[in-house]
């Protein structure tokens, strides 16, 4: 972890300010740490390929983009303070590359002195009418889609709530991408024992809902357990994860990673039990394993999303890439593992909702250069 402090946010800001407009052109914003893994191929494309070089300013001090030594990239640590504030209001650059949502609705807002153009890529292949607020995308000029339903999802609601239409560009995933060349890199037989446990947040998760049970009952049946929480249950659910770390900690097949799981880890396992986490369908899409959906409530993040007539991806997905498995039934969970996998071209689905499978980075790329040659 580079060493930052306070007042080094105010100094950081003063380098991203004082840095020429022809090294900001194309600034990269990551909110977390989980931002890099989809900002990752394509900035490798564009810095390493294309030879552009991009600004990166990031709110996560133990970024991993402080471990990348490239000249073409500038990096710079902001926080999530005054400071960042002042970084959006203040910004002189052409294009600015967001995963976080909810532009000029709370503090984060457009800047005030330059003609910025906003670019909004998305951190879930889920459906933009559910996982995200009312009004969270209206702000942005571009919009990197993942696939067709983000599209016709954005474009329904552009006539709904007569807006004006975005530029919509078919990008792809660029962490699917990247999980699916770690497959190859991580090409290792399976573990037959091992079982990855990735809840999503919000009150109705499956950690909230029957977290415990679950994972004694797979401890029973001698699996080795990897529970990765989101993020949020990790800052907002302090009391549950103490309970489940003091419960479990001692145990040698339980194991609760509060970081992104190994690679090693991701793709030696056998299955995954989530709830309505996006990362089901990425582990489902970059290993062709089994998927348990545990069927708690829905996490709706928008109120209205029922008034467009679109299934969400998530719910109209689940059942052909693996199996709902209601609460009540967990004890079935261990028998169902050890079924055999019958295969639902797991392929043939993931080229049908992901645009340009592992060519996304490319897409993002040759769009980006394009704008800038314009500029």
């Known amino acids: 972890m580079v060493n930052f402090s306070i007042m080094s946010e105010w100094k950081e800001l003063k380098k991203i300010e004082d840095l020429p407009l022809e090294k900001k052109r194309i600034v990269f914003y990551a909110e977390n740490l989980a931002s890099f893994n989809h900002y990752k191929l394509l900035i490798e494309q564009l810095t390493n390929v294309q030879k552009i070089t991009i600004c990166y300013v990031t709110s996560s001090k133990n970024d991993k983009i402080f471990q990348i030594k490239n000249p073409n990239i500038n990096a710079f640590y902001i926080g999530e303070g005054t400071a960042r504030t002042k970084f959006f209001l203040t910004l002189r650059a052409t294009i600015l590359i967001m995963d976080m949502p909810d532009l000029e609705r709370f503090h984060i807002k457009k800047s005030k002195i330059h003609s910025v153009h906003y670019v909004y890529l998305f951190h879930s292949i889920f459906s933009s009418h559910t996982y995200l607020r009312k009004g969270a995308l209206d702000d942005f000029d571009t919009i990197f889609c993942v696939g067709q339903h983000h599209i016709d999802e954005i474009r329904e609601t552009e006539k709904i709530y007569n807006l004006k239409q975005k530029n919509l560009i078919k990008y792809g995933y660029g962490r699917l991408d990247q999980l699916l060349a770690e497959r190859k890199e991580y090409h290792l037989d399976k573990d037959e024992r091992l079982i990855i446990i990735a809840p999503s947040y919000g009150k109705s998760n499956l950690l909230e809902i029957c977290g415990i049970e679950l994972i004694k009952i797979l401890l029973e049946h001698n699996y080795q357990l990897i529970l990765r929480p989101h993020f949020k249950i990790l800052k907002d659910s302090k009391k549950l994860i103490d309970k489940i770390e003091k419960q479990f900690s001692e145990n040698k097949n339980f194991v609760l990673v509060r970081d992104v799981i ?114």
């Open 262 to 375: 190994k690679p090693k880890d991701f793709h030696s396992s056998i299955c995954m039990i989530t709830d309505w986490s996006g990362v089901g369908l990425e582990y489902s899409f970059a290993t062709e394993n089994k998927v348990f959906f545990i069927d708690v409530p829905q996490k709706i993040i928008n109120s209205e999303f029922e008034f467009l007539s679109i299934e969400p991806i998530e719910k109209s997905i689940r059942s052909k890439i693996g199996k709902v498995i209601s609460s009540s039934e967990l004890k079935l969970i261990p028998e169902l593992i050890l079924e055999k996998n019958e295969s639902p071209k797991i392929e043939s689905i993931m080229e049908s909702t992901v645009f340009n499978v592992n060519k996304s980075a490319e897409a993002g790329a040759e769009f980006l250069r394009k704008m800038i040659d314009m500029n």
